[in-house]
Structures are given as structure tokens and as C-alpha cells.
């Protein structure tokens, strides 16, 4: 049987727009003992993001991204170029916004850098340059 690790490693090879996090963070939606979506919620200076968010494509089109915005609490925010994602934020009252505050912006873009350090550094070029090349899709969305 494949572990939770082992299962988000697979999601993340196939989904580029995606990047590791901490397993602390890191959140699981199971069915049959088996994880189907994970998520990660992280605090960003007096907001919380929502990152790596991914569910399987056999789990698609099950509502499960209503489930995962449930565990948002308080003001949080979303990274996405995610059509499906979008639609499923907008429904559940996150508004596209292009500022969150200076002291979150702050914290974003030094967790930013360090991703791309990261990705450098395990050689993962494909994953930098597909987010590189889509830098100006990916849209933010806040729920206050």
C-alpha cells in the first residue's frame, strides 16, 4: 500500500503547478484508509494560505475542493491558475484581490524566493520553468 508521502510525491510529478511542503502542514482527505486530496494551510504573517492543494483525478468532480475550503478559517488566501479551484473559491466567497497586506506580502515573496532556491537546488528545472512560465496566470483570491 502506498503512503501518504509516497501518494503526494506521485500527485506533485504530475501536477507542475504544485510544490512540496512541510509534512506538518500537510493535510490528507482519505476514503478506505487510502488518501485522495491534500491540502496545506500556513500562516503568513496574519493570514493563511492555502497551498498544494491536489486531488486525485479519479476523486475529481466530487465536491471534495468544497470539503477542503471548509478547513479555512479566519482570512486566508489561494495561489491558483486552477479553473476548477477557482470556480469552487468563488462560490464559497474568496474574491480575486492583488494585495493581502504588506506583512504577509513580505512573508509570501521570502517563501517565494526560497521555493526557487529549492528548486534549484534538487534540480527540479522542469517544475521552475513551467512556474516561471506561467508566472502571470497564477491569480490570488482572498476570503476575509
Not at 491540502?39 to 493570514?47: D, E, F, K, L, Q
Not at 475550503?69 to 468563488?90: D, Y
Amino acid at each position: 500500500m502506498m503512503g501518504d508521502r509516497e501518494w503526494l510525491a506521485k500527485q506533485l510529478a504530475r501536477e507542475l503547478d504544485l510544490i512540496s511542503c512541510r509534512e506538518k502542514n500537510s493535510r490528507y482527505i482519505y476514503r478506505d484508509k487510502k488518501p485522495i486530496a491534500h491540502y496545506s494551510i500556513v500562516g503568513r504573517g496574519g493570514i493563511k494560505e492555502l497551498t498544494t492543494v491536489v486531488v486525485d483525478p479519479e476523486f475529481r468532480g466530487q465536491g471534495l475542493s468544497y470539503e477542503i475550503l471548509e478547513q479555512c478559517q479566519g482570512p486566508t488566501c489561494v495561489f491558483t491558475k486552477n479553473l476548477a479551484l477557482i470556480n469552487s473559491l468563488e462560490k464559497t466567497g474568496f474574491k480575486s484581490a492583488w494585495w493581502p497586506g504588506f506583512i504577509p506580502f513580505t512573508v509570501m515573496m521570502f517563501d517565494r524566493i526560497w521555493r526557487v532556491v529549492k528548486m534549484v537546488l534538487t534540480l527540479d528545472f522542469k517544475r521552475c520553468l513551467h512556474q516561471s512560465r506561467h508566472l502571470f496566470s497564477y491569480r490570488m483570491f482572498i476570503r476575509k
